[in-house]
């Protein structure tokens, strides 16, 4: 029987779709492939409250490379959430700032972007921060929750000059203690975690905002916190060191002066955000509180 071309060609379209562009900002974090792979168990931190919140897998050069909840009223991340990469901790500067298309229209490919020439992102800065948002300000620096320095490919360090992964932090603050504990955590997991490790960063607000032409633009943290996860790691490290493993977790005021970073359990850090965010009380950071899954028995192997 002869079957008409058009047909044929109708029959393999259905049967294999052309490929189309995910959008970044997603439902689920799962809705992307590859995007929960950032994430512990593959389950973002439980309990975080909002109305105005957008999950975004952040994609760079066609690849997811980490993940931020996004509050696009206060237009800064709530965290961004990566995998820890060994690296030197150089820092690269030379690295365009980019914006979220996906925040403002659905049509692209799904990837950051840098920003326009010219004043042309005035049609995505309703949900976002821009450039011209820190040009002005003089107390205040783009600090990284996704720091360029626990990357260790280019692309996953390019893919942190997003504004979607930056909030206003004292410039004394950024440079000073929080940078200490960036290194602090990179020479950690790069000696002791024999795994992969994960990291979640994140602020706490109260309110303070930058203004921009008479408008509240962008929200002033008041509280930097981190945790980590590490399941598999050296279990002859130092004593000092093997009680901050599996987890740990770190909090500083967003201050000029006075403020130090104070390390303790991710339990401490979840009791004391409980009072200084909008989440309820199941809020979990890890998915069981990063706690390796059992091994199975050998009697068991084979039913797997």
């Known amino acids: 029987m002869h079957v008409p071309l058009t047909w044929l060609v109708l029959a393999l ?15 689920d974090f799962n809705d992307v492939a590859g995007c929960k792979d950032s994430l512990y168990m593959g389950t973002p931190p439980r309990g975080i409250l909002g109305s105005n919140l957008k999950k975004i897998c952040q994609r760079y050069a066609d690849k997811p490379r980490y993940v931020t909840l996004y ?10 959430a990566y995998t820890f990469k060994k690296t030197e901790g150089d820092r690269r500067v030379d690295y365009p700032w980019m914006y979220e298309p996906q925040l403002a229209e659905t049509d692209g490919n799904g990837n950051m972007m840098p ?31 996704n720091p360029d320095q ?32 960036e290194e602090r955590i990179r020479i950690r997991l790069n000696n002791y975690c024999r795994g992969t490790a994960f990291i979640v960063t994140g602020v706490t607000t109260r309110g303070n905002m930058i203004r921009r032409n008479n408008q509240d633009r962008v929200a002033i943290p008041e509280d930097i916190w981190s945790a980590y996860c590490c399941t598999e790691y050296d279990r002859n490290a130092p004593h000092d060191v093997r009680i901050r493993f599996p987890s740990h977790a770190a909090l500083a005021k967003n201050a000029k002066e006075g403020s130090s970073v104070q390390e303790f359990t991710v339990m401490e850090l979840e009791n004391f955000l409980k ?30």
């Open 71 to 80: 509050d696009t009223k206060k237009r800064i991340p709530v965290y961004s």
């Open 13 to 27: 379209a259905v049967l294999h779709p052309a490929p189309t562009a995910r959008s970044t900002v997603v439902e």
């Open 115 to 145: 920003f326009p020439t010219g004043y042309l992102h005035m049609k995505f800065e309703n949900g976002q921060a821009v450039l011209d948002d820190y040009s002005d300000v003089v107390l205040y620096e783009r600090g990284h929750l």
């Open 150 to 181: 626990h990357q260790s490919h280019p692309h996953d360090r390019a893919a942190t000059y997003t504004l979607t992964n930056v909030v206003p932090e004292i410039r004394e603050f950024n440079i000073g203690p929080w940078r200490e504990y």
């Open 275 to 304: 009072y200084h965010m909008d989440v309820d009380q199941n809020l979990q950071i890890f998915y069981d509180n990063c706690i390796a899954p059992s091994p199975l028995p050998l009697y068991l192997h084979h039913t797997i």
